[in-house]
T-cell receptor
Framework: GAGVSQSPRYKVAKRGQDVALRCDPI?????LFWYQQALGQGPEFLTY????????KSGLPSDRFFAERPEGSVSTLKIQRTQQEDSAVYLC??????????????FGQGTRLTVV | QQQVKQSPQSLIVQKGGISIINCAYE??????FPWYQQFPGKGPALLIAIRPDVSEKKEGRFTISFNKSAKQFSLHIMDSQPGDSATYFCAASLGGNEKLTFGTGTRLTIIP
């Protein structure tokens, strides 16, 4: 595809339900990032992959959040037992190379999660 | 802990005017300072970025001014156009695009 693709675009979950959010990065991009954007706020870092290796998960807010990228391309962010405070837009971004080369990160349109 | 503070929260500028958005950071180890533009329903898109070894960078109508001693940087949009109406985020990171720390955003509206 031409850009970073995220699905679904919108997700409504009942409190306590598990959800899985998918990110298809730009083909060939090595680095993949997940961010959480609350309404009216800037994105906040969740986790970072270089190929299939999860190099930084310091931003994941609790052990209910889990991300994977098993084959170094598509990534899934899973949230277990969703809570109302999990309601936000979840953004995925990818970049061509490792961070040392300082290449631009391209963002997807995000998945808007609403927990009711 | 808010490591990047952004102001103003919202800004209205007349068409053709100069839009100025300011950011201040706390972590002196930050060495990459990008600005992102976000339209409703879209993800952020990189607009322009600067490293602290220069005090200014200009790309078309967009200029970043950087003051390392004051730990501040700003975005100037010259000849602002209605199409520039969007939310702008400053950000900072160590080394590049990894783990960006974003400001809270500025909603810019350009009026005719």
């Amino acid at each position: 595809g031409a850009g970073v693709s995220q699905s679904p675009r919108y997700k409504v979950a009942k409190r306590g339900q598990d959800v899985a959010l998918r990110c298809d990065p730009i083909s060939g991009h090595v680095s993949l990032f997940w961010y959480q954007q609350a309404l009216g706020q800037g994105p906040e870092f969740l986790t970072y992959f270089q190929n299939e290796a999860q190099l930084d998960k310091s931003g994941l807010p609790s052990d209910r959040f889990f991300a994977e990228r098993p084959e170094g391309s598509v990534s899934t962010l899973k949230i277990q037992r969703t809570q109302q405070e999990d309601s936000a837009v979840y953004l995925c971004a990818s970049s061509l190379a490792g961070t040392a080369l300082n290449t631009e990160a391209f963002f997807g349109q995000g998945t808007r999660l609403t927990v009711v | 802990q808010q490591q990047v503070k952004q102001s103003p929260q919202s800004l209205i500028v007349q068409k053709g005017g100069i839009s100025i958005i300011n950011c201040a950071y706390e972590n002196t180890a930050f060495d990459y300072f990008p600005w992102y533009q976000q339209f409703p329903g879209k993800g952020p898109a990189l607009l322009i970025a600067i490293r602290p070894d220069v005090s200014e960078k200009k790309e078309g109508r967009f200029t970043i001014s950087f003051n390392k001693s004051a730990k501040q940087f700003s975005l100037h949009i010259m000849d602002s156009q209605p199409g520039d109406s969007a939310t702008y985020f400053c950000a900072a990171s160590l080394g590049g695009n990894e783990k960006l720390t974003f400001g809270t955003g500025t909603r810019l509206t350009i009026i005719p």
